[in-house]
């Protein structure tokens, strides 16, 4: 799926992805930039910071969420646009789910990352080929109380459910 025809709007979000991501390979981030977009406006940014922070999860689309949840004061981006320079990895685009944001526009795609060595491919491969193994096993460890933590949620009456 691809947009041929984007509004200018929607360029103009994706040129100042593009150039946040540009921007923070000189700052010594990654090469990756998003933006979060409700009514026509940017609401947050977000840059790939994964080695300036030494954390893995801190993807621009991550950053980006997390900014624009903390600028609107909620957890739930349901009205707004996720704009990232690059098709966001598994992580990101499960992020981007349970934000239940309403679109995702991406530019550069997983091959284009993968060519400047951000190959990406294996978890793709894990989420989309079910006889795909996972780089890291993934096992299940029998517990009889397994289940304690959500009937502690189920059981609370002042829960926030998401």
């Given at each position: 799926m691809s947009v041929d025809v984007a509004t200018s709007a929607e360029q103009d979000w994706m040129a100042q992805a593009i150039d946040l991501a540009t921007t923070n390979v000189a700052a010594g981030g990654g090469p990756f930039g998003a933006l979060v977009v409700r009514d026509g406006e940017v609401i947050a940014t977000g840059t790939n910071?994964?080695?300036?922070?030494?954390?893995?999860?801190?993807?621009?689309?991550?950053?980006?969420?997390?900014?624009a949840c903390r600028a609107l004061g909620t957890f739930k981006l349901d009205g707004c646009v996720l704009v990232t320079s690059c098709e966001p990895c598994p992580m990101c685009l499960a992020s981007a789910l349970w934000a239940r944001v309403d679109r995702v526009l991406f530019a550069a795609d997983r091959d284009d990352a993968a060519d400047a060595g951000f190959d990406d491919r294996a978890f793709y491969d894990v989420f989309e080929?079910?006889?795909t193994a996972s780089p890291?096993?993934?096992?299940?460890?029998?517990?009889?109380?397994?289940?304690?933590?959500f009937d502690a949620w189920r059981g609370k009456t002042d829960r926030i459910d998401y």
């Open positions: 910071k994964v080695t300036v922070d030494l954390d893995p999860t801190a993807h621009a689309e991550v950053t980006a969420i997390r900014n080929d079910s006889g890291a096993p993934v096992d299940r460890v029998v517990m009889p109380n397994r289940n304690a933590a």
